[in-house]
């Protein structure tokens, strides 16, 4: 998860503001840095095994949904992941890469439902450190293996897996083209990239801070329109794009009539204390439509990017 700063001619929007992006290794390595800051929290696995502990949990006997209330760091929780695998339609054969892989919930959930290989990509060390000893923890470690990298410049030999996998991870990347062309790099002719984001979508900008970024610069929304119009540019065949906006909001209504004292386990021990606001904004901006919420999968072609595909 890297905002790049190398966006060349093309406009990220982002909220109302329209970011042209500066070239330069000196400010893309700050950008990266400033993302790693705002999901780093130190001491985090700490945190969630004392969390584990209150909650009545087993902490050397985990099980992926012991941990799913906390580690399926998306608006929709642990449904995105069911809905993203059946979209996908994953197989126990598929070597699958989770790009923005945080804590490791979505690649342990698929490891253990469908018995298939996981390497997790995430540019936050802490975030790839405490996803190991959880998955130790799940006993899932011969499935799943972890590595700090940036999604821009993947240390993976090309055509190297049957999925990649990412939930909500492009919305702080402003440089999407080349995002989606690293995307097809790694997976094979065929492949499945299955993603979910937030997306813009009246055009006005969002309220902050939100859990990607506590502040506009660090923020690069495109509309459903555009995402599907980048993607398929990078040489992908859309073949499904879902909007689950209204599903979300349902969902956060649902809680939020059940909210009592805060639950013992959930996202807010990830966030850190700008949690509770967070979440208040992400749901606040559904509502309001300011933002919007997409699922899909494209396939890769075996032509080069540029290539005319039928929309799905």
Request: aromatic residues 6%; hydrophobic residues 40%.
């Amino acid at each position: 998860m890297v905002a790049s700063d190398e966006a060349g001619d093309e406009a990220c929007v982002s909220g109302q503001r329209i970011c042209t992006a500066s070239t330069g290794s000196e400010m893309e390595m700050a950008s990266a840095s400033a993302i790693t800051d705002h999901y780093a929290r130190a001491g985090l696995g700490e945190v969630i095994l004392e969390a584990l502990k209150t909650a009545g949990k087993d902490i050397d006997k985990l099980t992926p949904d012991d941990l799913a209330p906390l580690d399926e760091h998306h608006p929709r929780g642990r449904s995105s992941t069911v809905d993203l695998a059946r979209l996908a339609a994953i197989k126990a054969e598929d070597r699958v890469l989770d790009l923005g892989s945080g804590i490791g919930g979505p690649s342990r959930y698929l490891a253990k439902t469908f018995g298939c290989r996981v390497l997790g990509i995430d540019l936050t060390p802490e975030f790839c450190r405490v996803a190991a000893m959880l998955t130790e923890r799940t006993g899932l470690t011969e499935k799943i293996q972890y590595q700090q990298g940036d999604a821009l410049e993947m240390a993976i030999a090309d055509q190297s897996f049957d999925v990649v996998w990412s939930q909500e991870v492009a919305m702080n990347i402003a440089d999407r083209d080349r995002l989606y062309a690293e995307i097809r790099r790694v997976l094979k002719p065929g492949g499945r990239y299955v993603f979910a984001d937030v997306v813009a979508s009246d055009g006005r900008s969002p309220h902050f801070p939100v859990p990607w970024a506590r502040e506009p610069s660090a923020s690069f929304l495109l509309t459903a329109e555009g995402t599907r119009q980048k993607i398929e540019a990078a040489g992908f065949y859309l073949r499904a794009l879902e909007d689950q906006t209204g599903d979300c909001i349902a969902q956060q209504k649902a809680r939020a009539n059940h909210a009592g004292s805060p639950a013992v386990l959930g996202i807010h021990i990830v966030l850190g204390r700008e949690g509770p606001r967070m979440l208040e904004n992400t749901a606040r901006n559904f509502e309001e439509g300011r933002t919007g919420l997409v699922q899909g999968v494209a396939v890769r072609s075996a032509e080069p990017h540029g290539s005319s595909w039928p929309r799905a």
